[in-house]
């Protein structure tokens, strides 16, 4: 091959693909090799190229959690770059960093029960989900946390009615409608949700508007399995 021929094909290797072109897919592992731990969650901190924020904002909703947002995309990301070494390629990266959102997940839950047992106040005490839940529930922002972790330890059926019915202003109709049912269930399992925040703070819940008895539970519970959503 003559010095041209190589000239001509570097010179056609180094041209951006022709216009239309589907671009070189993203080698997202590549972020978790090379480099010490900090390395790599410098890399991670720096634009989320593996989306861990995303990640973590759908890993709260599907399991129906109050926890901040942006503590856990710093412990999740966290979490990563520190077991990136037992990542291989044969892994599906998407369950693998899934299973470090869910640790993440579990290191915040424990670290709140941690702190509130030991009287410890919250660092951010105007927390978002603190807000809501003093808002909602009518507590101080004080006791907010200890009702976020009543919330958070509820069993999984419990925890979903809550957070759809509740937190997201769903009616129990619809509820029902998107097969949650029947109707006697749903308003059972919101009993318990009350219930037991009742007992996290008690003495903040009498002056309540919201429903805390397990019998009734007032408006939420008095709706019928035709509301409209």
Not at 162 to 182: M, N
């Amino acid at each position: 091959m003559d010095a041209r021929s190589s000239r001509k094909r570097s010179q056609s290797s180094a041209l951006p693909p022709p216009e239309g072109a589907p671009n070189p897919p993203r080698d997202d592992a590549a972020t978790l090799e090379n480099g010490s731990a900090h390395e790599i969650l410098d890399r991670l901190v720096d634009g989320d190229p593996l989306g861990v924020w995303g990640s973590c904002e759908d890993r709260l909703q599907a399991r129906c959690l109050l926890l901040d947002t942006r503590r856990l995309v710093q412990q999740a990301m966290a979490r990563i770059a520190y077991a990136a070494t037992s990542y291989a390629r044969t892994d599906a990266l998407e369950a693998w960093l899934l299973a470090r959102v869910d640790e993440a997940i579990e290191d915040l839950l424990a670290r709140d029960l941690d702190e509130e047992r030991r009287g410890i106040p919250p660092v951010e005490p105007w927390d978002d989900r603190y807000a809501f839940v003093a808002q909602v529930l009518g507590v101080q922002v004080g006791l907010a946390r200890r009702v976020c972790i009543t919330l958070n330890g509820l069993d999984d059926d419990v925890r979903h009615a809550f957070f759809h019915i509740v937190a997201r202003d769903q009616s129990i109709g619809r509820y029902v409608a998107d097969g949650h049912g029947p109707p006697d269930r749903v308003r059972e399992l919101l009993g318990l949700a009350f219930h037991q925040i009742s007992r996290s703070a008690p003495s903040e819940l009498e002056d309540a508007d919201v429903p805390v008895d397990v019998d009734g539970c007032a408006d939420f519970l008095d709706e019928g399995p035709d509301d409209a959503p």
